[in-house]
């Protein structure tokens, strides 16, 4: 398994000059969780910036790891591609602390992997970069008309969608009538 | 290009893709097939209203059906019907005909019209596109809201079926409003909105039955109203009001001649007087000499109890009151004296307010 650490330094929130040291709260050590995708490949990300993904937040907050607890136990994320989650977490580290403004700039460009994003943001809550990614899914179709929709959209048509619905009811039929035969023959 | 299998992504992404769609969009996508018209119903967010507008010039009409969320109202689809020679039976279903021209905002649909324009035909496809959007959006289709923002164009619909009407104040004294409350009698709110242009103040009052009246220019014509309205419910705003129609409201109210009416609110225009200590005065006298009272059929009250008034009417969806309205302390009750019915008089310089207690 290997392993990235990315996102830990660039990402961390500068702390305030201005103000007077006497005011300063104790800083509190930053802890930090780690994930991994499909491809198994680790990524340490901390607990501010995984505060974006309302599914991650619920798991970690009262789990308490210290970082060898956490080390050891990555949270899997089987069924989200490594490149969408390497994706996901650049864009939390990138928003650590602060909301999304409403032209972020700091968004995953790739839109080939567009619908495979949504999927992966939907499954972690990430509400904010899912607003974004159903804005993109929406522009994708402006000033087009229906046929040019049906195309973007990978839409089937009516005959096609009723072909199919047939083709599903005929298989749905052949596999009872075929459970049926085996049934008759374990009864014989 | 790239793409993306819209019908496998989750209803709650699918929620939030419509969201940020335009109506129009929204149209568009719905026509693709019956499936996605399925899955757009299933997510589509509340709409308040979906209505038609029609504009002219005349033989060139286009019908625009519009829908009202969250009090802004947004263009989603038109025909544009154009005169094409005398051929009365040619019609296009706006269905059939693909050359959609999107601007922005806005899906055109070429439609043809016979010769005369008013030919079944073509009121038959605005009730077809606005049946569609409606059913699309959710919305019960016989709820049917029109505007008519420049002239009143009455043959667009069949018989019966307008619910809610939205005209200019420079068309009521147009022949043609009278011929549209003809043939739409189940009719049930007409807001007539100010154009802020100078025309000729006419007494015409044919929209007197509409149950619900919105005037937002009344001026003159509010003292017209109050004497002469049939219905439950009229707002009327910027007023020119006079004590002596009140007065005449109060009594032949209590002579049981408005008998359907159940609140009246009106503002008076700020930059005209109201001689409303005249109505005070009066109220006042009959309160101090109840042996009077039966003079003007009715007997004047002045409750201490506070009470509210259960204001009920769809002007609400409308209109945005002040919260203190319906606080009927310190009003006047006028109860009448063939059937005990009570009503709260409010008046002041800026307002002259009448609630019938249920």
């Given at each position: 398994m290997s392993s990235t650490e990315q996102g830990t330094s660039s990402a961390a929130p500068a702390e305030p000059t201005t103000a007077p040291e006497s005011a300063a709260a104790p800083e509190v050590p930053e802890s930090f969780y780690y994930v991994h995708g499909k491809d198994k490949v680790v990524h340490k990300v901390s607990a501010g910036a995984l505060q974006h993904s309302a599914l991650i937040h619920g798991m970690i907050s009262n789990l308490g790891y210290t970082e060898e607890q956490a080390k050891a136990n990555p949270f899997p994320f089987e069924n989200i591609d490594g490149d969408i989650l390497q994706m996901v977490v650049d864009w939390c580290n990138q928003h650590k602390g602060k909301p999304t403004p409403p032209e972020d700039t700091n968004l995953p460009k790739q839109k080939e992997k567009l619908f495979d994003l949504v999927l992966a943001v939907n499954y972690l809550e990430i509400k904010e970069l899912l607003t974004y990614c159903c804005k993109?899914?929406?522009m994708m179709v402006k000033g087009k008309s229906p046929e040019e929709i049906r195309e973007i959209w990978m839409i089937p048509t009516d005959a096609e969608d009723e072909a199919a619905e047939k083709e599903a009811k005929k298989r749905a039929g052949k596999e009872a009538a075929g459970e049926t035969a085996a049934a008759a023959g374990d009864a014989k | 290009m790239h793409r993306i299998p819209i019908q496998s992504l989750p209803d709650v992404v699918t929620r939030e893709i419509l969201s940020n769609m335009t109506p129009s969009e929204i149209f568009l996508a719905s026509m693709t097939s019956k499936k996605t018209r399925k899955l757009i119903k299933r997510n589509i967010h509340k709409v308040d209203e979906v209505g038609?507008?029609?504009?002219?010039?005349?033989?060139?009409?286009?019908a625009v059906v519009y829908m009202k969320v969250k009090g802004k109202t947004c263009n989603a689809v038109c025909l544009d019907f154009k005169e094409e020679g005398n051929d009365l039976n040619r019609f296009v279903d706006w269905r059939a005909n693909n050359s959609y021209q999107i601007l922005e905002n806005i899906v055109v649909i070429p439609s043809i019209a016979p010769e005369f324009w008013n030919f079944p035909a073509t009121c038959r496809q605005i009730h077809s596109i606005h049946s569609y959007v409606c059913d699309v959006f959710n919305i019960?289709?016989?709820?049917?809201s029109v505007r008519f923002p420049s002239d009143i164009y009455h043959e667009c619909f069949d018989i019966g079926t307008v619910k809610k009407c939205t005209i200019t104040d420079v068309e009521l004294d147009n022949a043609s409003l009278v011929k549209l409350f003809n043939k739409q009698k189940n009719m049930n709110l007409l807001i007539v909105e100010n154009t802020r242009e100078i025309f000729a103040f006419g007494s015409k009052d044919s929209f007197r039955h509409v149950p619900t009246v919105i005037l937002r220019n009344a001026q003159a014509r509010a003292n017209?109203?109050?004497?002469?309205?049939?219905?439950?419910?009229?707002?009327?705003?910027n007023c020119s009001l006079s004590g002596f129609y009140v007065n005449a409201l109060?009594?032949?109210?209590?002579?049981?001649?408005?008998?359907?009416?159940?609140?009246?609110?009106?503002y008076q225009s700020s930059q005209r007087l109201f001689d409303y200590e005249k109505v005070l005065g009066d109220l006042e006298w009959y309160l101090k000499h109840p042996e009077r009272n039966t003079l003007i059929a009715s007997r004047v009250e002045k409750p201490s109890e506070k009470r509210i008034y259960p204001y009920k009417s769809i002007i609400t969806q409308e209109h945005q009151f002040e919260a203190d309205t319906f606080d009927c302390d310190g009003g006047y009750d006028v109860v009448r004296n063939s059937d005990g019915k009570r009503a709260t008089v409010k008046i002041s310089k800026d307002y002259f307010m009448f609630f019938v207690w249920p």
């Amino acid at each position: 398994m290997s392993s990235t650490e990315q996102g830990t330094s660039s990402a961390a929130p500068a702390e305030p000059t201005t103000a007077p040291e006497s005011a300063a709260a104790p800083e509190v050590p930053e802890s930090f969780y780690y994930v991994h995708g499909k491809d198994k490949v680790v990524h340490k990300v901390s607990a501010g910036a995984l505060q974006h993904s309302a599914l991650i937040h619920g798991m970690i907050s009262n789990l308490g790891y210290t970082e060898e607890q956490a080390k050891a136990n990555p949270f899997p994320f089987e069924n989200i591609d490594g490149d969408i989650l390497q994706m996901v977490v650049d864009w939390c580290n990138q928003h650590k602390g602060k909301p999304t403004p409403p032209e972020d700039t700091n968004l995953p460009k790739q839109k080939e992997k567009l619908f495979d994003l949504v999927l992966a943001v939907n499954y972690l809550e990430i509400k904010e970069l899912l607003t974004y990614c159903c804005k993109q899914v929406a522009m994708m179709v402006k000033g087009k008309s229906p046929e040019e929709i049906r195309e973007i959209w990978m839409i089937p048509t009516d005959a096609e969608d009723e072909a199919a619905e047939k083709e599903a009811k005929k298989r749905a039929g052949k596999e009872a009538a075929g459970e049926t035969a085996a049934a008759a023959g374990d009864a014989k | 290009m790239h793409r993306i299998p819209i019908q496998s992504l989750p209803d709650v992404v699918t929620r939030e893709i419509l969201s940020n769609m335009t109506p129009s969009e929204i149209f568009l996508a719905s026509m693709t097939s019956k499936k996605t018209r399925k899955l757009i119903k299933r997510n589509i967010h509340k709409v308040d209203e979906v209505g038609v507008e029609i504009t002219g010039p005349f033989f060139k009409i286009r019908a625009v059906v519009y829908m009202k969320v969250k009090g802004k109202t947004c263009n989603a689809v038109c025909l544009d019907f154009k005169e094409e020679g005398n051929d009365l039976n040619r019609f296009v279903d706006w269905r059939a005909n693909n050359s959609y021209q999107i601007l922005e905002n806005i899906v055109v649909i070429p439609s043809i019209a016979p010769e005369f324009w008013n030919f079944p035909a073509t009121c038959r496809q605005i009730h077809s596109i606005h049946s569609y959007v409606c059913d699309v959006f959710n919305i019960n289709a016989l709820n049917l809201s029109v505007r008519f923002p420049s002239d009143i164009y009455h043959e667009c619909f069949d018989i019966g079926t307008v619910k809610k009407c939205t005209i200019t104040d420079v068309e009521l004294d147009n022949a043609s409003l009278v011929k549209l409350f003809n043939k739409q009698k189940n009719m049930n709110l007409l807001i007539v909105e100010n154009t802020r242009e100078i025309f000729a103040f006419g007494s015409k009052d044919s929209f007197r039955h509409v149950p619900t009246v919105i005037l937002r220019n009344a001026q003159a014509r509010a003292n017209v109203l109050l004497t002469r309205f049939q219905g439950q419910h009229g707002l009327l705003e910027n007023c020119s009001l006079s004590g002596f129609y009140v007065n005449a409201l109060m009594k032949l109210w209590s002579e049981n001649e408005m008998d359907n009416l159940v609140s009246l609110i009106a503002y008076q225009s700020s930059q005209r007087l109201f001689d409303y200590e005249k109505v005070l005065g009066d109220l006042e006298w009959y309160l101090k000499h109840p042996e009077r009272n039966t003079l003007i059929a009715s007997r004047v009250e002045k409750p201490s109890e506070k009470r509210i008034y259960p204001y009920k009417s769809i002007i609400t969806q409308e209109h945005q009151f002040e919260a203190d309205t319906f606080d009927c302390d310190g009003g006047y009750d006028v109860v009448r004296n063939s059937d005990g019915k009570r009503a709260t008089v409010k008046i002041s310089k800026d307002y002259f307010m009448f609630f019938v207690w249920p």
